[in-house]
């Protein structure tokens, strides 16, 4: 890729309830790509907000307040089949952990993940 070739953004819709964690989230997307990726741009709203936005290319569900758990992933995968969904939920729940990759999660994130690791689970997954 040519070093002068300038990236569109990829759009990271970011679903929570909790304000402090709707910040911290969002701006883990907002930092500068490493070099050859493109810069992420995090977009929040309500579900119905997000799933409207068809200039989506992933979304970050945080299941720690999110009321309707793997429904809530079932319900946007009904709906927008092609959207790449990244969880984050609680660790050492591994029914939960599967239930979530079976409802069409690309990626499962525990609160002990870095936002490094967060950044990665979208890049490695941009293609």
């Known amino acids: 890729m040519s070093p002068n070739r300038k990236l569109e953004p990829i759009r990271v819709g970011v679903l929570t309830a909790e304000p402090l964690r709707l ?16 810069p ?10 997000l799933l409207s936005d068809c200039t989506l290319a992933f979304l970050v569900v945080d299941l720690h307040s999110s009321a309707g758990g793997v429904k809530t992933l079932e319900a946007i995968r009904r709906r927008r089949p092609g959207l790449r969904l990244i969880v ?8 939960l952990i599967l239930d979530s990759i079976m ?10 993940a870095s936002p490094q690791i967060a950044r990665q689970a979208v890049e490695a997954d941009r293609k």
Do not use: N
């Open 23 to 38: 910040a911290g989230i969002a701006s883990i997307f907002e930092d500068l790509p490493s070099e050859g990726y493109a």
């Open 40 to 49: 992420l741009s995090p977009v929040v709203g309500s579900l119905e907000e």
């Open 88 to 95: 984050i939920g609680p660790e050492g729940d591994d029914k």
């Open 103 to 112: 409802a069409g999660a690309r990626a499962y994130l525990d609160l002990k």
